[in-house]
Each structure stands twice: as C-alpha cells, then as structure tokens.
C-alpha cells in the first residue's frame, strides 16, 4: 500500500477515534444532566409532601380549637339553666349564704373555663407561629436548592457547548491536516517519478537512520520529504533538495511549531521520545496525542509497531527457550513487579490509584516524565500509552540489571521481549481494575455503588473460573483418550487384528471430535443407602453425539486399565456417575450394560460442536432441530467415511 493510503488511513482512523471521544464524552455529560433533573424533581416532591403535613397538622389544630369553643358554649348554657327563674315571693326568706355559696362556685368554674380557653388560645397561636416559621423556612430551603440545581443545570450545559465546540474544532483540524497529507504526498510522488522502477509499488520503510522515512522504487530510496503544498499560493523550491515547498504551508496555524532535532535529543537515552518516536509531528508540528495516552496519527504508528515487535519477539522465545528458562523470566518480572509496585495479585489492583490525566499530557506535551516510582495510567489507550511505555523501559533496565546479577545462566532475549513481560502484566491488572470500577446503571440513572461493582466483579470471575475449570477437565479427557487410541491402534497394527478398521474409524472421529466434542463433568457429592457420601464426578449426557461415536468412546476408555499406558500407583481416579442415574462408573469412566442416559431428550443446540461431519451427530437428535438450529451448527456435509458400528469391549 502506498504511502498516500496509508497516512489518510491512519489519520482518518483518529479522526474516528476523536468522534467515538466525544460521543461517550457527551453521552456522560447527557446522563449526569439527566441525574441532576431526577434529584430535583425528588426535593420538590419531598417539599410537597412536608407541606401537605403541616396543613394537616393545622387542620387538627382548628378542630382543637372547635371542640373548645363547643366545651364554652356547653358550659355557658348549663350556667344559665342553673340560673333561678321566676319571680321572688316577698313572703319566703331567702338563704343568703346559699346564694353566696352557689355564685362562687358559678365564678370558679367560669374563671377555670376562660383560662382553659386562654391556654388554648395561646398554644393554637403558638402552633401555627411555629407552623409558620417552618413554612417560611422550608420554602427558603426549597427556593435556594433550586437556584442551586439551575445553576448547576446551566453550568453542564455550558461544558456541553465548550466540548462540543472543542471537538467540532478538533474533527476541522484534523481534516486540514488529511488534505495537507495529501498535498504533500501528491508532491512526493511526482518528485520521485524520475527514478528507475517507476512501476514498483512503494515500501515504506526505516532507512538512513531512526525517525526517517523513505519511499522505495525499485532498487532506488528517495526520502520522504515534509512538504506541504497550498495550490493558491506560489511555491518555492526548498532549500538543498529541489523539492517544492510552500511558504505559507511550512507551518499549519492550527498546531503547534514542531520540534526540533536539538530538542529531540535532549531528552533521556531511553526515552522513546528520543528513539525516532517525536512527542510532536514532524515538519506540520501536528499535536502529539488526541487525547491522554494515545500518541498523534501518522503515517505508520510506532505504538503499532512496538507491539508488533514485542508479539514477534514473545513468538521467538517460545521457539528458542524451554518452559522452565521461560517461566523463570516471567518470574523475573513478576518480582521486580511486585517490588516496584508493592502489590502482588491481580485482584489487588482494586484499589489501586493509577496516573492522573493530566500528568500523562503534560509528558506528551514536552513536560517531565515519569519516575521509575511513578503509578501507571489506566486509562484509554493506555496499551500505547508514551507514560506507560517509559516506565515499561525502566523496568526493563532494571531486569538486564537483575539478569547480570542473578540471571546470567538464562540464554540472552531482545528487549522487546522483557518489555513484552511487562505489557502483558499491564493489560492484566487493568482488566482487573477495570472490572471492579463502578459502572453507570442506564435504567435507574446513576452510579453502581462499590458493593454492587463488587457483587458483579465477583459474579463474572466465578464464572470465568468454572469455564476454565470445564475446558481444563475436557482437555484432560481428550488428551487421554488420543493416547489410549493410538496406542491400542498401533498395537492392532503390529497384530493385523481383525477389529482394526473399527478402531482406526474410532480414532479418526475422536480427533475430528476434538476438545470440544467432549462430555462436561461435574463434581459433587453423591448419598449411597442414604448414609455414606461419596465424592464424584457427575458426567453431563452429550445427546448430541452419533451412538456409533458414543460406543467408540466408551470401548476407547474401557482400555485405560489393559493398555499399560497409565501407573497404577497413586490415588484413584473419582468414580463417573452418569447425569439422570446413581449408578456409578468406574474410575475409567465406563458404565455398566444397559446403563446408557445419553437420550434424545435434549433437542437444543446446546453445547454441541459447531462444523462436525453430519455422520458424527446422532439422526434422531438432528430431526429434532428446527431449520435456523440446524443452521447455527454448520453441520459440514462433505464425504467423511464412516460406519455405524456394534461393539462391546
């Protein structure tokens, strides 16, 4: 591919990237908006469910007061119904004292009744000054909450527009930039159609020392020179080479002026700044990364070609060192780890506090860089983070340090090799960070609490950790049985036994079964006679399996014992108990006759196998399938020998 493909390519992809930013950008800024309005629409009904008490509370208030002022009325007209009536005969005498005595008791109970209405009077006046007061106060509350939330609203609206103004901003620059990738490159291949070989398709490639690129005809190698070309404007030729460069397009206003050699150089000797990596562009000056973490487009991305190296270098060790010379490198680094970062496990990086934003661009921006005690960044991009990359060399130094010391046994690996340790170990701990961070729950509109990511952190691991643990015991299974099967057919061979068709067919299906075609097994505990349990390994019916491939397993499994292949010696193997029954199997795996649960019964996909020859699955299962069934296993209905067969071992 050209090099006026390449470079619109990658710049288009960041230009991708810069708008897939700025969607979840906005999206966050959108959610949390929408929060806001969800808390404010709480507190209002909040404040008109306390206004509803209070009314309430005063509606009691006045229904006190209405019983009072019965009571008075009540008092009042029993007064005067004990008043006498009529008129005074002359003739009686009256009983002063009587008289005296009975209006004192009228006045007590009078005085008694008007303070009790005072008392009253006073505590309903009290009340409802105090109702009052909170009113007033609980309005003055709700008024300033909501000037608050408004000003809040505003203020997210307004980082909303800048972002969204940034971004628009950032995508017109970029453009500028692809069509100046265009000029300059239409420059460059007019520039170099006068070498031999013109119709030699280009190469880029990494001559004439770091950080130059050259454009390759043929035999030919002509620099790439950065040239940018405005068609209004006239252009000049440039200085020693010839080729033509526009004054007004030396420098795109948009970015920042490049850096220059001299400054490239006095950065460290292991900084990959100085390592043909600029924190800049080169003659365009374009900016360094689109955000914290990922390194500026160009035409072919060194963080690309890092990670290609370091894959290529893993590729090799694996070649050349034995598992032990291996593991013992990952020991290595697993320790100078855990010494720089004082923490072991994976899962301990739950609590780890990574590198702010901010630091790590401010180090592509020219600023200080990490210290070797520096935290990591673990945000996006952060596999080809320039941060993470300069502290992945320092640990990498530190390690040929430790190798001369301690190591100088092990044969020699690349650095890309060491560096490649520490960038696997890198995307370990932040999948593991990343899995424990609280997530935005959509539905409900708000934060995962640190118990709910917690919960789910440790669902999805304890489901990562069965799906190993089944495939780990499929894989034993199968590894088995392909040694028993070669065996018994190669001994069959050597006798020219009469069953050695039968075999080699049984052989043949077990390797085109693979791994996959296995029967799942679970562990548990099995109750003999109600008393006595006992630890076993329940086998999974695979119904899916052709009868003639089921009797092949079983007879291949039947000779664990005679094949002479496994000791006898050591713990025995957990009987196999098949799924559906309580009748147990032996330690190989082999039930007794008539003891056959693997039914029909099952007609769903299920775990079966995807792309298995048509003869290895059994008929009357497939006949329970659906069309779009039968079309997701991608049954492979080419010619595949195979024969069904009776045996019994």
Not at 190 to 196: E, G, L, R, V, W
Not at 206 to 231: I, Q
Request: charged content about 30%; proline content about 5%; hydrophobic content about 30%.
């Amino acid at each position: 591919m050209s090099s006026s493909a390449q470079q619109p390519e990658a710049t288009t992809s960041k230009k991708q990237a810069v708008s897939s930013a700025s969607f979840e950008s906005h999206r966050h800024l959108k959610d949390a908006l929408h929060f806001k309005r969800l808390q404010y629409k709480k507190d209002i009904a909040g404040q008109q469910a306390l206004i509803e008490q209070l009314q309430k509370k005063n509606f009691e208030l006045d229904q006190q007061v209405t019983r009072l002022q019965n009571r008075i009325k009540t008092l009042e007209d029993d007064l005067e119904a004990s008043m006498p009536s009529g008129t005074i005969d002359a003739d009686v005498p009256m009983d002063d004292s009587a008289t005296f005595d009975n209006d004192e008791v009228y006045a007590e109970s009078l005085a008694a009744l008007m303070q009790q209405v005072e008392e009253g009077t006073q505590r309903f006046d009290e009340a409802q000054q105090n109702y009052s007061n909170e009113l007033t106060k609980r309005q003055q509350d709700y008024e300033a909450q909501e000037t608050q939330l408004l000003t809040e609203i505003a203020q997210l609206k307004t980082n909303l527009q800048t972002q969204q103004d940034s971004f628009t901003k950032r995508l017109n620059e970029k453009e500028n930039y692809i069509a100046t990738l265009t000029s300059r490159n239409a420059v460059s291949g007019s520039t170099s159609t006068t070498a031999k070989d013109t119709t030699a398709n280009p190469r880029m490639s990494r001559r004439g020392g770091r950080g130059k690129r050259s454009v390759c005809f043929g035999t030919h190698a002509l620099p790439v020179l950065p040239v940018t070309v405005d068609n209004n404007s006239p252009v000049a030729p440039g200085p020693a080479t010839g080729a033509a460069v526009s004054p007004e397009a030396q420098h795109t206003p948009d970015f920042p002026p490049a850096a220059t050699s001299t400054n490239a150089s006095t950065y460290p000797p292991n900084d990959s700044r100085s390592r043909g990596l600029p924190a800049t562009s080169s003659a365009n000056g374009a900016p360094a990364a689109i955000g914290a973490g990922v390194r500026k487009p160009s035409p072919r991305s060194p963080s690309k070609t890092w990670r290609a190296l370091m894959q290529e270098a893993a590729d090799d060790a694996k070649r050349r060192l034995s598992k032990d010379e291996l593991k013992s490198y990952r020991s290595l680094a697993r320790s100078i780890w855990r010494e720089r970062h004082d923490l072991d496990t994976d899962a301990e990086y739950v609590i780890y506090e990574p590198a702010d934003s901010a630091a790590v661009t401010a180090y592509l921006e020219g600023g200080p860089g990490p210290r070797e005690d520096a935290p990591l960044y673990f945000g996006d991009g952060y596999s080809a983070s320039p941060w993470n990359r300069r502290i992945i060399e320092m640990l990498r130094d530190l390690t040929k340090i430790r190798i001369q010391e301690e190591y100088s046994h092990l044969p020699p690996v690349t650095d890309f090799y060491l560096e490649n340790l520490y960038s696997d170990r890198l995307k370990s701990v932040v999948s593991y960070y990343n899995l424990y961070k609280k997530q935005w729950k959509q539905d409900e509109g708000r934060l995962e609490t640190q118990e709910e990511a917690r919960k789910r952190a440790d669902r999805r691991i304890a489901e990562e950790h069965a799906t190993k643990a089944a495939n780990s015991l499929k894989t034993r299974k199968y590894n088995r049985r392909k040694l028993i099967a070669d065996a018994v057919v190669k001994v069959k061979n050597t006798e020219n036994a009469s069953d050695l068709a039968v075999w080699q067919q049984w052989k043949r299906g077990l390797e085109v079964l693979g791994v996959d075609g296995q029967s799942d097994e679970e562990e548990e505990q099995l109750t003999l006679d109600g008393v006595a349990e006992v630890p076993v390994f329940t086998v999974l019916p695979a119904p899916w399996r052709a009868t003639s491939m089921e009797t092949g397993l079983r007879a291949i499994d039947s000779m664990a014992s005679t094949c002479g292949l496994f000791s006898k010696s050591g713990a025995r193997a957990l009987p196999r108990v098949l799924s559906g029954t309580a009748k147990a199997r032996d330690g190989n795996g082999v039930p007794e006759p008539g003891n056959d649960t693997t039914g029909c019964d099952n007609a769903a996909v299920g775990h079966a196998p995807k792309g298995l020859p048509r003869a290895l699955y059994r008929e009357s299962w497939l006949d329970k399938l659906n069309d779009v069934q039968k079309e997701q296993l991608e049954i492979d209905d080419s010619a595949f020998e195979w024969s069904e067969i009776t045996y019994r071992a």
